[in-house]
């Protein structure tokens, strides 16, 4: 996440590469939080992706869903923004049925019945990862949409 990385000295933040070589704002105690809270029973069954930027934590999620099946992504990135979405992503998850990257504002009504109805349709926990930019505003909204025993 952002605040954890350096900033440039034209006051931009580092950004690394994910093992699949896309670039992403994620560091990779990030990523190894986010897989040891997958590796815990009972098993995520929904990764909630709020702001996809290039694809770096989606690249590495819709992959996953090779490997376990009972994994479902969705991803949501502003309208606008599909160009700077890594084009080999977005061509993997049109393979794959419960992949999605939504492009509209997160907070707007259509995204929130679209979480809602991949939420409320999931067996496992879910998880939202806020990393839309505004984690205040993000927890907010979206933590009325969670069941119990799922992560924000
Ligand atoms: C920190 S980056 C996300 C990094 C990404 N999760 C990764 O792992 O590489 C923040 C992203 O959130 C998107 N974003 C900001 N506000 C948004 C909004 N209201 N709705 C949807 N996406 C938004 C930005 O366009 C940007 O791509």
Redesign the pocket.
């Known amino acids: 996440?952002?605040k954890k990385l350096k900033p440039t000295p034209k006051g931009g933040f580092t950004l690394v590469v994910?093992p699949l070589g896309?670039?992403?704002?994620?560091t990779w105690l990030?990523v190894a939080n986010i897989c040891g809270l997958m590796a815990r029973e009972p098993k995520i069954g929904l990764f909630v992706?709020?702001?996809?930027?290039?694809?770096?934590?989606?690249s590495m999620m819709v992959s996953r869903i090779a490997y376990d099946p009972t994994l479902a992504y969705l991803g949501?990135?502003?309208p606008g923004?599909k160009d700077?979405v890594d084009s080999n992503l977005q061509a993997q998850v049109l393979g794959v049925s419960h992949a999605e990257i939504v492009f509209?504002?997160?907070?707007?009504a259509p995204?929130e019945m679209v979480v809602r109805g991949w939420i409320d349709t999931t067996e496992g926990p879910a998880l939202v990862?806020c990393?839309?930019?505004?984690k205040p505003a993000e927890i907010a909204h979206f933590a009325p949409m969670l069941r119990p025993a799922d992560y924000i």
Do not use: H, P, W, Y
């Not at 990393?131 to 505004?134: A, E, L, P, R, Y």
């Open positions: 996440m952002a994910n896309i670039v992403t704002q994620t990030d992706e709020v702001g996809v930027l290039m694809g770096g934590m989606a949501i990135e502003r923004k700077r509209d504002d997160c907070f707007s995204v990862f990393d839309g930019g505004n």
